[in-house]
């Protein structure tokens, strides 16, 4: 096989692979494409194994996530891109083993941090609520 070859095959492939539009495997899912065992999610493409998930795309066994990006093993996320094992994170990007950030990006193994600056439970709850209502989030 020659390269030029190689190239026009794999240029089909690439074409067939976006003309599918039908889910596998999924239960009670609305307007999704390409999903695969899916349950309960609205609105969203390319998700494999997630759970209640609105608005996502590219993510997988992730739930409850509202419009999130390339996120895997994410809980109860929203507008977040390229985060994985973590949970309750808000607008957050490329998060990891993290849970009840908002505003962050690059961090790992990190816990109630606003915009990468950590704060104590109780002030993070305080901030987060109020930036979120002047944010139009939640």
Known sequence: MKAS??????RELLRSLQSVRDNEGC?????????????????????VRCHYCVGC???????????CTGCMSCHHCSSC??????AYL????????CNYCF?????????YHLLNEPYDRKTYFELT?????????G
Not at 129 to 137: D, N, Y
């Open 81 to 86: 891109e390229r985060c994985q094992h973590s």
């Open 90 to 97: 808000v607008r957050c990007v490329g998060l990891s083993h």
């Open 57 to 67: 795309t590219d993510c997988n066994d992730c739930s409850h996530g509202r419009k």
């Open 5 to 10: 070859e190689f190239e026009a095959r794999f």
């Open 27 to 47: 239960f009670e899912c609305e307007r999704c494409e390409r999903c695969a065992q899916c349950t309960f999610c609205r609105d969203s493409k390319n998700l």
């Open 103 to 111: 505003g962050c990006v690059g961090l790992a193994h990190k816990d």
């Open 129 to 137: 609520a109020r930036l979120g209502k002047e944010l139009g989030i």
